[in-house]
């Protein structure tokens, strides 16, 4: 894979705003020929020609008005990241301020934030609760981000962006009282004792959906809006629980369960919401990218 030469699209940025290579030349401090020759380098790398020429003045191709659009964007976040790193006072720590739906499993949440943390000094705040709450606060501006497993939407009328970070399967786990229920599953949840997210949230809907497809009837034996709560009754033994598949090494360790089975056919999703259409601080940029990149593989 070749990485865009962003020296190259500099060159080509400044050239389509003056309208000449002179004139650029006078903006970069550099000699026409050079200049010509490192566009020339970016249209071979792009395979289009980016220029042509109408008497004195270079004009955008196609392809060219294309690339410009993007050049706009690449350089206006670049002297944005560069205003809000560079503004900071020395030593000044960058702040996020994130708010977690509190249906989000602690772990996958965990797993979520950990890129901000190597973007630099950052100090972190987290706040957890309802997605319609902590909705309000992003709205007020108390919060950079809300991390929730459902896009942001009505009856809450804030004007929000859902940025998909990735799906999963779901995974089944119990104690070490539920090992027979690995034969034969997904048929041996019928009946089984059930540890279920509350009613309101979009997994336990995709769930009941599951089980009333695949014909099982599990006996719920509690609800909870909080899946840390899930987790610890699941542990002591209390029933059979459900996480995004993502986490399954994690929670067999940490609360030292088996994993009875999966499905891919129940997907557990994950949003980044901000009042942005476009996401703009590093921290937030940072966790998105290594979502979508290392932590969801679907």
Not at 77 to 84: A, C, D, R
């Amino acid at each position: 894979m070749s990485w865009l030469n962003y020296h190259h699209l500099l060159y080509f940025w400044t050239v389509a705003r003056a309208g000449t290579i002179a004139k650029a030349g006078e903006e970069l401090h550099l000699a026409q020929p050079t200049i010509s020759s490192q566009i020339k380098l970016l249209e071979e790398s792009l395979g289009h020609k980016l220029f042509e020429r109408q008497g004195r003045k270079l004009v955008l191709t196609d392809v060219g008005r294309t690339v410009m659009r993007y050049a706009d964007e690449i350089f206006r976040l670049g002297n944005e990241l560069k205003n809000v790193v560079g503004g900071l006072p020395p030593g000044q720590q960058l702040r996020l301020q994130v708010g977690i739906a509190d249906v989000v499993p602690k772990i996958v949440a965990e797993r979520l934030l950990q890129p901000a943390l190597d973007v630099g000094p950052l100090r972190l705040v987290c706040r957890e609760g309802p997605l319609p709450q902590l909705l309000a606060s992003l709205a007020l501006h108390e919060l950079d981000v809300v991390l929730a497993d459902a896009p942001g939407s009505e009856p809450v009328s804030v004007r929000a962006f859902n940025h998909l970070l990735g799906k999963c399967g779901v995974s089944f786990f119990a104690s070490s009282s539920f090992q027979h229920l690995k034969k034969d599953f997904p048929r041996s949840l019928d009946g089984a004792p059930m540890l279920l997210p509350s009613e309101s949230s979009s997994v336990r809907h995709a769930l009941d959906l599951w089980f009333e497809a695949q014909e099982i009837r599990p006996n719920v034996v509690g609800d909870f809006d909080d899946s840390a709560l899930i987790k610890a009754f699941g542990q002591r033994g209390l029933g059979v629980f459900a996480m995004p598949s993502v986490i399954e090494d994690e929670v067999v360790r940490q609360f030292e369960v088996s994993l009875l089975g999966r499905t891919e056919e129940i997907e557990s999703c994950f949003y980044a919401i901000t009042v942005e259409r476009r996401l703009r601080h590093p921290a937030v940029v940072a966790i998105a990218e290594a979502a979508r990149s290392s932590l969801f593989t679907r």
